[in-house]
T-cell receptor
Framework: KNEVEQSPQNLTAQEGEFITINCSYS?????LHWLQQHPGGGIVSLFM???GKKKHGRLIATINIQEKHSSLHITASHPRDSAVYIC?????????????FGTGTRLKVLA | DTEVTQTPKHLVMGMTNKKSLKCEQH?????MYWYKQKAKKPPELMFV???????INESVPSRFSPECPNSSLLNLHLHALQPEDSALYLC??????????????FGQGTRLTVV
């Protein structure tokens, strides 16, 4: 079992729909990152969370440390939101340096 | 400027060629990373430089040779690669290596094809 699990793996939505992508992890973490990767390959950091909730435009990210779970919500989805969304965590521990990546959620938003 | 710039965007090379990938950032970040990403897989860490010194080598074959000539620039020298090395190579930077809760900034990647 992966230390970071994302669901769903693939998601197709109609433009305007509210979208939720989930991330569950099994390790103690210092921070959780949501990343967006477009087909061209470049990765954009959307959020870094260690508690609570963050909002940026149409994107909202929440984290529940006790339940080891985070969600990424997209309101009023648009075709340009089509991308792979990756959850990444850094293990809490002295000297740990590696991000543990989820396998990604492939989102397609249809016009 | 919050950009990490990678060049070239695409590279096709033969197995006997020598080529280099370049990564540049001007955010004053002192930790720089190379990742390799195969299709539909998450990125895999290759190397970490901290204050221009190699801190982490994730058992990467010697045909990949990293170099950090200054605090803004990170190179990856390639020699005698194999077709299975074809992948997207991503560079990332963070303010300081091992500092908690600092954001990582990624480049657009170099898509490498070895023929």
């Amino acid at each position: 079992k992966n230390e970071v699990e994302q669901s769903p793996q693939n998601l197709t939505a109609q433009e305007g729909e509210f979208i939720t992508i989930n991330c569950s992890y099994s390790v103690g973490i210092s921070a959780l990152h949501w990343l967006q990767q477009h087909p061209g390959g470049g990765i954009v950091s959307l959020f870094m969370l260690s508690s609570g909730k963050k909002k940026h435009g149409r994107l909202i990210a929440t984290i529940n440390i006790q339940e080891k779970h985070s969600s990424l919500h997209i309101t009023a989805s648009h075709p340009r939101d089509s991308a792979v969304y990756i959850c990444a965590v850094k293990d809490r521990g002295p000297g740990t340096y590696k991000y543990i990546f989820g396998t990604g959620t492939r989102l397609k938003v249809l016009a | 400027d919050t950009e990490v710039t990678q060049t070239p965007k695409h590279l096709v090379m033969g197995m006997t060629n020598k080529k280099s990938l370049k990564c540049e950032q001007h955010m004053g970040h002192r930790a720089m990373y190379w990742y390799k990403q195969k299709a539909k897989k998450p990125p895999e860490l290759m190397f970490v430089y901290s204050y221009e010194k190699l801190s982490i080598n994730e058992s990467v074959p010697s045909r990949f040779s990293p170099e950090c000539p200054n605090s803004s620039l990170l190179n990856l020298h390639l020699h005698a690669l194999q077709p299975e090395d074809s992948a997207l190579y991503l560079c990332a930077s963070r303010k300081i290596f091992l500092q908690e809760d600092t954001e990582a900034f990624f480049g657009q990647g170099t898509r490498l094809t070895v023929v």
